[in-house]
C-alpha cells in the first residue's frame, strides 16, 4: 500500500508538478482536518450536554447525554462514517461505525436521545460556558444578561433606600 501511494504520488507530481500535488495534497489535509475539529467539536458541546462534577457524574448518561446524536443528511453520515452516532460510539467504543445506525435504531433508548441537525449545530459556535443554575452551556451573551439583571436590581435596591 505505501508503494502504491507513493506511486500516485511522484506519478501526479510528474503530470501537475510537484508544487500542485503538495497544494492539492495541503488543501485536502486542510478541508478533512477542519471537517474533523468541527465534528469532535459539535459532538460534545450542544446546548444541553450532560455535565456533572466527580461523585455524580454517571457513566451511562454521559454517554447518551453528554455526546451528541448529530443527525447529518446521508451523504455526510456516510462520509463521516456514522460518527453522528456518537451517544452509540461512547456508549460501546467496540461497536464498529457501519452498525451504529442500526443500534440507534434497535433500541427505544436510543430514540429518547434528542438529535440536533446540521443546522442547528451551529449555534455551538456561541456556547463557551458552562451556566451551573440552568445546567447547560451558554455564551458570553448569558453573562452580560445576569450583569445587567444584577445592576437592575443594585438601582431598585437604591431607589428604595436598602
Avoid at 56 to 80: C, H, M, R, V
Amino acid at each position: 500500500m505505501n508503494l502504491a501511494i507513493l506511486g500516485m504520488a511522484v506519478g501526479l507530481s510528474l503530470i501537475f508538478g510537484w508544487k500542485a500535488y503538495l497544494l492539492i495534497q495541503l488543501i485536502i489535509t486542510a478541508v478533512a482536518g477542519s471537517a474533523g475539529v468541527w465534528l469532535f467539536y459539535v459532538q460534545h458541546q450542544f446546548e444541553d450536554v450532560y455535565w456533572e462534577r466527580g461523585e455524580n457524574w454517571d457513566y451511562t448518561k454521559a454517554a447518551l447525554e453528554g455526546s451528541s446524536f448529530y443527525k447529518l443528511p446521508k451523504i455526510l453520515q456516510w462520509f463521516s462514517g456514522n460518527i453522528g452516532f456518537h451517544h452509540i460510539h461512547h456508549l460501546s467504543a467496540r461497536i464498529p461505525n457501519y452498525n451504529l445506525e442500526r443500534c440507534h435504531k434497535a433500541d427505544p433508548l436510543f430514540q429518547q436521545v434528542k438529535p440536533i441537525t446540521l443546522l442547528e449545530s451551529f449555534k455551538s459556535f456561541s456556547f463557551r460556558l458552562w451556566d451551573e443554575q440552568r445546567r447547560k452551556l451558554v455564551g458570553y451573551s448569558r453573562i452580560r444578561e445576569i450583569r445587567r439583571q444584577a445592576k437592575a436590581a443594585s438601582q431598585s435596591d437604591n431607589v428604595y433606600g436598602k
